[in-house]
């Protein structure tokens, strides 16, 4: 069964960018949420595979996101990478000792993502 | 994805950049205005930092260093705003300025073409020397008995707020609530709006729970109330509040006791407020704002106007089968007749609302058109060393997003205008007894289905023998010219006409007031101009709310067919030939006490007078603002919705006319520009527009 991917990013533009990134990947349910809120919501309502979130949006920061996913049981095994613009290096150390697994910079290769994506959820059938 | 993003991706770079664009020239606005109090809101100064960290990434996809190096640079100088390291001023705040013009002169040019740039060197010099320059100092991070699980998920920036709240002696509390899943971001946004009373919020942090229907928060208030005032401030059963870590402000210092005296004062208020919040809830909607941000749908205005085609086609084949349903019962009144009338009937409410939905998308607040103005008033004002402010109401007012569009340049001209030939210099203003510093008002408000914009400042005013002087010397009017405050008016409604002799590098340009009225006119609107020497001047444009459909009566005059929009038709009437007077070489007739100029369509566009009726005639008594005029008609034809399709640019020097129409039935006629006639008819030139 196609694997689901929750993108937690407030940039219309940036999700789509993610998205199709993606999908150039195979075949995957992709999963938006325009802000944590959403995130939180989508969550427990869909069994995700893996999570991929934005640090500075409006409601909840990603930092917080990724603390409240790798510290509940549920998804704590759920991989999680933070995409964000390079921003300062402690909000980048934080979110790895929160545990997530992966953090890209802001305009991120194509590439790169696809790789993470493949050696955390296997390559797809194509 | 492919390296090279589809044109797809890139329209949506476009659009979601020139929003952000949109949002940080507001912010900035707001920002601009706190300098003199020398107080930023935290809240506002992070959604500019946001603004300039969203741009960044974004054209950094894209490859636009430019853009994506300027955003850089802004969002530098923004964070070591936010972070207390850099100081809040005017140069500040105009270097920001200019690098949203920059960036949205950018993003433009990169809508044109992906290749387009600019020098940005210079302004990023300026910011790096802003960001080399000056310095506020360092916040000293204390960390207290703030409990790691909270500094953990901080980010720089809320750490920093963090900070500032302990420095100011603030107390540090933690409010815990638990929400249902399904509601929890209402329920948040209420609780926060709640908190907002109280202090600052510096965090919202969801925490981990075992409980699939229900989530809890932990929230991070920096306050100066206690404990026990905000808990009975929230009134709330559902919370659990606690001090982190307790003021420093000592009970002997003067400055406590202040604050304290305030806080007992504010205490009511805070209730009201609290109360205020608690009303929003009861409606059900103190969430929506969260809701809209992801509910909102970007929309190109071409696939409005294509919708509102098919809409307005679509009216134009129900007038068709209204017509046809007509003939045919004179000729056979069957049941089958009755029922197609009913189905018509129906057809027609339906597309009603159709109308009415599609027009209400089209409908955008004014705001942002005077949020701009707000920017060309700074900017010019300082330039010349004038002091002004800008006072804005009704920017709330609805118009056709098109409209607005058409809009900007005669407003932004006239404001101009305003600060370049109305607004004194401080000194002369203190001279005479006016305050310093000046006001222009910029007003919109609806009236019925038009929009009025009134611009009015309290300047030097139109001086009328200056202008009379200078008509002379132009030869406009003969020496021995009487003029009424009218014709002082008109005169510099005319075009050519400028009181400065030399070309202002502002508002000069050699265009005139001339064009802004003829702007106007071409949205179908009016302009108006009043002044009083030393008080200043007023000018008040009347606009249609929608141009794309129209109710309009279709009338006949000397064997054609025109349409009069009906939102100036004030009323119509049937007159013996006997009731017309002629005063001063035009025609008159008498209604209610006052006369009424009757103004005949063949005179204006030079049609054979020999197709003229002898007989009856009927008059249309039209009004703009507060002007009245009768038009003269054989017949009058019906009310009908039609669409207003634009003359093209070839024909758009024929005045009187705001367009064409199509009838349905493949008939095209012309639709009246009352305005424009009226303008025309009431200097009374309208012997004929073409001599």
Same mark, same amino acid.
């Given at each position: 069964m196609a694997k689901k991917i929750l993108i937690a990013e407030d940039s219309p533009t940036m999700r789509s960018l993610i998205a199709s990134t993606i999908a150039?990947?195979?075949?995957?349910?992709?999963?938006?949420?325009?802000?944590?809120?959403?995130?939180?919501?989508?969550?427990?309502?869909?069994?995700?595979?893996?999570?991929?979130?934005?640090?500075?949006?409006?409601?909840?920061?990603?930092?917080?996101?990724?603390?409240?996913?790798?510290?509940?049981?549920?998804?704590?095994?759920?991989?999680?990478?933070?995409?964000?613009?390079?921003?300062?290096e402690r909000d980048r150390a934080k979110g790895i000792s929160l545990g997530a697994d992966a953090y890209l910079v802001k305009p991120f290769e194509p590439g790169k993502l696809q790789e993470l994506i493949e050696r955390f959820l296997g390559k797809e059938d194509r | 994805m492919s390296d090279k993003p589809s044109s797809q991706a890139i329209r949506e770079f476009l659009g979601e950049t020139e929003e952000?664009?949109?949002?940080?020239?507001?912010?900035?606005?707001?920002?601009?205005?706190?300098?003199?109090?020398?107080?930023?809101? $935290?809240?506002?100064?992070?959604? %500019?930092?946001?603004?300039?960290?969203?741009?960044?990434?974004?054209?950094?996809?894209?490859?636009?260093?430019?853009?994506?190096?300027?955003?850089?640079?802004?969002?530098?100088?923004?964070?070591?705003?936010?972070?207390?390291?850099? %100081?809040?001023?005017?140069?500040?705040?105009?270097?920001?300025?200019?690098? %949203?013009?920059?960036?949205?002169?950018?993003?433009?040019?990169?809508?044109?073409?992906?290749?387009f740039t600019l020098d940005t060197a210079p302004l990023l010099d300026r910011i790096e020397a802003i960001?080399?320059?000056?310095?506020?100092?360092?916040?000293? $991070?204390?960390?207290?008995?703030? $409990?790691?699980?909270i500094l953990s998920v901080l980010t720089e920036y809320e750490e920093h707020r963090l900070q500032e709240n302990l420095r100011k002696g603030r107390n540090l509390l933690r409010v815990q609530a638990t929400f249902s899943l399904t509601t929890f971001d209402q329920e948040l946004a209420e609780l926060t709006e709640a908190l907002k009373q109280q202090g600052e919020v510096i965090s919202t942090l969801p925490c981990v729970g075992d409980i699939a229907e229900r989530i809890a928060f932990q929230i991070l208030l920096g306050s100066a109330s206690d404990l026990a005032t905000i808990s009975a401030a929230l009134n709330r059963d559902d919370l659990r509040i606690e001090l982190l870590s307790a003021g420093q402000v000592s009970v002997a210092s003067?400055?406590?006791?202040?604050?304290?005296?305030?806080?007992?004062?504010?205490?009511?208020?805070?209730?009201?407020?609290?109360?205020?919040?608690?009303?929003?809830?009861?409606?059900?909607?103190?969430?929506?704002?969260?809701?809209?941000?992801?509910?909102?749908?970007?929309?190109?205005?071409?696939?409005?106007?294509?919708?509102?085609?098919? +809409?307005?086609?679509?009216?134009?084949?129900?007038?068709?089968?209204?017509?046809?349903?007509?003939?045919?019962?004179?000729?056979?009144?069957?049941?089958? +007749?009755?029922?197609?009338?009913?189905?018509?009937?129906m057809l027609e409410r339906r597309l009603d609302e159709l109308q009415k939905g599609v027009m209400e998308v089209r409908m955008v607040p004014i705001v942002q058109l005077f949020e701009k103005m707000t920017r060309i008033v700074r900017r010019?004002?300082?330039?010349?060393?004038?002091?002004?402010?800008?006072?804005?109401?009704?920017?709330?007012?609805?118009?056709?997003?098109?409209?607005?569009?058409?809009?900007?340049?005669?407003?932004?001209?006239?404001?101009?205008?305003?600060?370049?030939?109305?607004?004194?210099?401080?000194e002369e203003r203190l001279a005479n007894g006016k305050p310093e510093k000046a006001t222009i008002c910029l007003w919109a408000s609806q009236k019925g289905n038009h929009v009025v914009i009134e611009v009015s400042d309290d300047g030097r005013g139109i001086d009328p023998e200056m202008v009379r002087r200078k008509a002379v010397q132009k030869g406009l009017v003969a020496a021995s010219a009487e003029l009424s405050r009218e014709d002082v008016y008109d005169l510099i409604l005319t075009?050519?006409?400028?009181?400065?002799?030399?070309?202002?590098?502002?508002?000069?340009?050699?265009?005139?007031?001339?064009?802004?009225?003829?702007?106007?006119?071409?949205?179908?609107?009016?302009?108006?101009?009043?002044?009083?020497?030393?008080?200043?001047?007023?000018?008040?444009?009347?606009?249609?709310?929608?141009?794309?459909?129209?109710?309009?009566?279709?009338?006949?005059?000397?064997?054609?067919?025109?349409?009069?929009?009906?939102?100036? +038709?004030?009323?119509?009437?049937?007159?013996?030939?006997?009731?017309?007077?002629?005063?001063?070489?035009?025609?008159?007739?008498?209604?209610?006490?006052?006369?009424?100029?009757?103004?005949?369509?063949?005179?204006?566009?030079?049609?054979?007078?020999?197709?003229?009726?002898?007989?009856?005639?009927?008059?249309?008594?039209?009004?703009?603002?507060?002007?009245?005029?009768?038009?003269?008609?054989?017949?009058?034809?019906?009310?009908?919705? +039609?669409?207003?399709?634009?003359?093209?640019?070839t024909l758009s020097f024929v005045r009187g006319i705001a367009g064409a129409a199509d009838l349905g039935n493949q008939q095209t006629i012309l639709v009246l520009d009352v305005g424009g006639l009226m303008g025309e008819a009431l200097r009374g030139e309208v012997i004929s527009l073409y001599n």
């Open positions: 150039a990947l195979g075949d995957f349910i992709i999963v938006e949420a325009a802000n944590g809120f959403e995130a939180l919501r989508i969550l427990p309502r869909e069994k995700v595979d893996l999570v991929i979130t934005d640090i500075n949006m409006p409601d909840i920061n990603g930092l917080e996101l990724v603390s409240f996913i790798k510290n509940n049981p549920h998804y704590r095994t759920t991989p999680l990478f933070i995409i964000s613009t390079e921003g300062s | 952000i664009l949109e949002k940080l020239n507001l912010d900035l606005v707001l920002l601009g205005d706190g300098i003199e109090s020398g107080e930023s809101d $935290p809240e506002l100064l992070n959604s %500019i930092f946001r603004g300039a960290h969203s741009l960044k990434g974004l054209a950094g996809m894209f490859g636009f260093t430019d853009i994506s190096d300027l955003a850089h640079h802004m969002e530098n100088l923004l964070d070591r705003l936010r972070l207390g390291k850099v %100081i809040l001023d005017g140069i500040l705040v105009e270097v920001l300025f200019e690098a %949203i013009d920059l960036l949205t002169r950018l993003v433009q040019g990169k809508g044109e073409t992906e290749d960001l080399g320059g000056r310095s506020a100092g360092t916040a000293t $991070p204390g960390e207290g008995k703030i $409990p790691q699980e003067p400055a406590k006791g202040l604050s304290s005296d305030i806080e007992l004062l504010a205490e009511p208020l805070r209730e009201e407020l609290a109360g205020g919040v608690e009303g929003a809830r009861d409606s059900g909607d103190g969430g929506a704002s969260l809701r809209s941000i992801s509910r909102t749908v970007r929309v190109d205005i071409d696939k409005l106007d294509q919708l509102m085609n098919i +809409v307005g086609e679509l009216v134009l084949s129900k007038g068709a089968i209204a017509e046809l349903g007509q003939r045919l019962r004179s000729v056979a009144d069957s049941e089958l +007749v009755g029922n197609l009338q009913k189905a018509t009937r010019v004002a300082g330039e010349q060393g004038k002091k002004v402010t800008l006072d804005i109401r009704g920017a709330d007012t609805e118009l056709d997003k098109l409209i607005i569009e058409d809009l900007s340049d005669p407003l932004m001209h006239i404001i101009r205008n305003a600060i370049d030939h109305g607004i004194e210099l401080p075009p050519g006409f400028s009181t400065r002799d030399e070309v202002s590098e502002l508002s000069g340009r050699g265009v005139g007031l001339d064009v802004v009225r003829n702007n106007i006119a071409a949205l179908s609107g009016m302009l108006e101009l009043d002044s009083d020497v030393g008080q200043g001047t007023s000018i008040s444009i009347t606009l249609p709310i929608t141009l794309a459909i129209i109710k309009a009566l279709i009338i006949e005059s000397c064997g054609r067919t025109y349409a009069i929009p009906i939102n100036s +038709v004030l009323e119509t009437l049937m007159l013996e030939p006997g009731a017309i007077r002629s005063i001063e070489k035009r025609e008159m007739i008498e209604l209610r006490q006052s006369t009424l100029p009757l103004l005949r369509l063949d005179d204006v566009f030079r049609l054979p007078q020999a197709t003229r009726n002898g007989g009856k005639f009927f008059t249309v008594v039209v009004g703009l603002a507060e002007k009245r005029m009768g038009i003269v008609a054989d017949q009058l034809l019906g009310q009908q919705d +039609v669409v207003i399709k634009s003359l093209g640019n």
